[in-house]
């Protein structure tokens, strides 16, 4: 079964620090994982897309890294602002041409001054 | 513009209402979909649309009735609603249908209370 699992499920803390959310996928044939930040009440918004021969994706303060041998993936968040409270979403798409994300249950990321 | 709109942002229906959603895109995007999202929850896709053609629906209720008068416009009849139907809607579009490694671009969503 198709399955994507995040942890933690929720995570506190300060502004200007550093933190690491985990993806772990069991999703075949693997196409590409996407990282989306949704706000709560709003629509999810794209940081990156990752396909398996790709490792490392950035965007600013954002840096996905992939691992497909051992279907893992992380999204390093650097110098955390608040602005940066919000859910972050593990996403993988099954197959090159499909429609269909399998999507993670979210990590709840608070960042508190 | 990298934008989709929704309308309206809230609605509250009652179960014996018809109430439409409106979603919108202007980047020229051939791949437009319906989400329903619960609180805590990821988002579920209920619908997409492939060159305006039904391509995906996956096994939703009648009561949800898409439209895709054009390239641009999505919508989604509401008829006959369940309080279980209170949630998040989501509408997405995508450049080309089967997404490959294009962005999927969410609009802010509608939140339907069914009362």
């Known amino acids: 079964k198709n399955q994507v699992e995040q942890s933690p499920q929720s995570l506190i803390i300060l502004e200007g620090k550093n933190c690491t959310l985990q993806?772990?996928?069991?999703?075949?044939?693997?196409?590409?994982l996407r990282w989306y930040k949704q706000d709560t009440g709003r629509g999810p918004v794209s940081l990156t897309i990752m396909t398996f021969s790709e490792n490392t994706k950035s965007n600013g303060r954002y840096t996905a890294t992939l691992d497909a041998d051992t279907k893992q993936s992380s999204l390093h968040i650097t110098a955390s602002q608040l602005s940066d409270s919000a859910s972050y979403i593990c996403?993988?798409?099954?197959?090159?041409?499909?429609?269909?994300?399998?999507f993670g249950t979210g990590t709840r990321l608070q960042v508190f001054p | 513009d990298t934008e989709v709109t929704q309308t309206p942002k809230h609605l509250v229906m009652g179960m014996t209402n018809k109430k439409s959603l409106k979603c919108e895109q202007h980047?020229?995007?051939?791949?437009m979909y319906w989400y329903k999202q619960k609180a805590k929850k990821p988002p579920e896709l209920m619908f997409v649309y492939s060159y305006e053609k039904l391509s995906i629906n996956e096994s939703v209720p009648s009561r949800f009735s898409p439209e895709c008068p054009n390239s641009s416009l999505l919508n989604l009849h509401l008829h006959a609603l369940q309080p279980e139907d209170s949630a998040l809607y989501l509408c997405a579009s995508s450049q080309v249908p089967g997404l490959r490694e294009y962005e999927q671009y969410f609009g802010p969503g509608t939140r339907l209370t069914v009362t």
């Open positions: 993806c772990n996928y069991t999703v075949s044939p693997f196409s590409n």
């Open positions: 996403v993988v798409s099954a197959g090159y041409n499909t429609d269909k994300l399998i």
């Open positions: 980047m020229g995007h051939r791949a």
